[in-house]
């Protein structure tokens, strides 16, 4: 990865390009982002800056966290995240990134939590069919059916589509458009939907199929 930023969900809107067409966006408040550690190959065995996003107070600070930022010289941090970059000579501990890295017609993968969906059924988690409500199918016309064969291999195969809890996965969404920066107030549109409800952290980075 190239650059990549910490931000916030605002919600989704739509604007119009100069021919009028409308365009589905999502705006994330990006940044900004502070340095607050930078990994080096000598110290860490790889290359890496960790950046903060959002600021915490700090009496809600652990003392780990606490004596971190401090040592960094740095205002404490709610969201930290860590960001392979590909050259991190440019980059020290303090340093600010902002929205403005990214530029309108950039290609980007967001990754975020999707929206938890609690414990679910078979036909809204894996989308089975129902079975026909005449004839003898009884209260089971929304179960998953049987789990596996008897004797052979007597067990459940690992991997079987079953009930249980769905959503709050980290989830990647490749290739979007950034629509519009807005480098004033730290804001980003992006063409289209990216994971998570309003208000959940994303992480945008350059797009590895750009």
Known sequence: MKKGIIGKKIGMTQ?????????????????????????????????????????????????????????????????????????????????????????????????????GKGYQGVIKRWHFHRLKESHGSGPVVRHGGSNGAISDPSRVWKGLKMAGHMGAETVTVQNLTVAKVDAENNLIALKGAIPGPNGGIVVIRNSVKA
Request: with cysteine.
């Open 15 to 115: 604007i119009f390009d100069e021919k009028g067409k409308v365009i589905p966006v999502t705006v994330v408040e990006a940044g900004p982002c502070v340095v607050t550690q930078k990994k080096t190959t000598e110290n860490d065995g790889y290359e890496a800056v960790q950046v903060g996003f959002g600021d915490q107070k700090p009496q809600r600070l652990t003392k780990p966290l606490k004596g971190h930022f401090d040592k960094g010289g740095t205002a404490p941090k709610k969201v930290l995240r860590e960001l392979r970059l590909e050259d991190i000579s440019g980059l020290n501990v303090g340093d600010l990134i902002k929205a403005d890295i990214f530029e309108a017609g950039e290609r980007v993968d967001v990754t975020g939590t999707s929206k």
